[in-house]
């Protein structure tokens, strides 16, 4: 009794929370400002009716983004062309069912969504599976390039005897932040991936380059501004970010 009181209360706080967590996805840069104002008009009647309807606040958010996107389904003259942002529509719709609680035996997110935009969905869903496919594939390469210890060591040595090559420069140079994934820079820099991963390795075991991986992508930037920026820098760290930078002429290995 105290919770569905305490709920009813609350109604419109939890339906304004659920819509900032949902609305992330209705970010649309080609709907164009008519059909942005449309999104704030459906915000607006389901924040109302959707409490007089008896509809748990999340629920109301799904609502809205089930009648938002077919009303701008509806109303766009160019369809062919908005095939991305159905595609957008599908997903933000399937990502609110998935979030809202429902009564009832369980239904399935995806059985949801209206039969128009479960095609939509489904094509959103191999481009993600095809993407995971891609940065696992892409992972595997860089795990395969791995060297071994001494050769690093031996590397990281000819780097503090001044012996930079230029690929090496432009490698540090297209890996500058923010952070991107190892193949961009490679293909940027004119590089092998071996090569790349190589002194990446050579650089990150020292603190030059920093690795991280999110959502299965290896991200790589070089953390030339953050080790210029430490107090009490020594002279050889020094000597050799300037020689990474291409700042002045040194010694260069062959490529």
């Known amino acids: 009794m105290f919770e569905r009181l305490r709920n009813n209360v609350f109604w419109h706080d939890k339906f304004d929370d659920a819509w900032q967590h949902n609305s992330m996805f209705l970010k649309l840069d080609d709907v164009g400002w008519r059909w942005g104002r449309r999104i704030e008009e459906k915000k607006a009647y389901w924040r109302e009716h959707g409490k007089r309807r008896q509809l748990s606040p999340s629920q109301a958010v799904f609502r809205a983004f089930e009648d938002i996107a077919d009303t701008i389904y509806a109303e766009h003259p160019d369809k062919e062309r908005m095939q991305s942002t159905w595609v957008e529509l599908a997903y933000a719709q399937y990502y609110a069912a998935s979030t809202a609680d429902w009564d009832g035996p369980w239904v399935s997110a995806e059985q ?30 860089i795990q395969s390039h791995r060297s071994d210890r001494k050769e690093i060591d031996d590397a990281w040595q000819k780097l503090l005897a001044g012996d930079v090559s230029r690929d090496l420069q432009a490698i540090w140079h297209r890996a500058e932040p923010p952070r991107k994934p190892a193949h961009e820079i490679a293909s940027r820099a004119n590089v092998s991936m071996r090569d790349f991963v190589f002194w990446m390795v050579v650089l990150r075991d020292h603190g030059f380059m920093s690795e991280e991986v999110v959502m299965g992508e290896h991200l790589y930037c070089n953390q030339g501004s953050w080790l210029e920026g430490r107090e009490n820098l020594d002279q050889a760290t020094k000597k050799l970010l300037n020689q990474l930078a291409g700042r002045h002429e040194g010694p260069s290995a062959a490529n």
């Open 112 to 141: 949801r969504i209206g039969e128009r935009w479960r095609p939509y969905y489904a094509a959103y869903r191999a481009k993600r599976d095809a993407d995971k496919q891609d940065k696992e594939r892409r992972a595997e390469e």
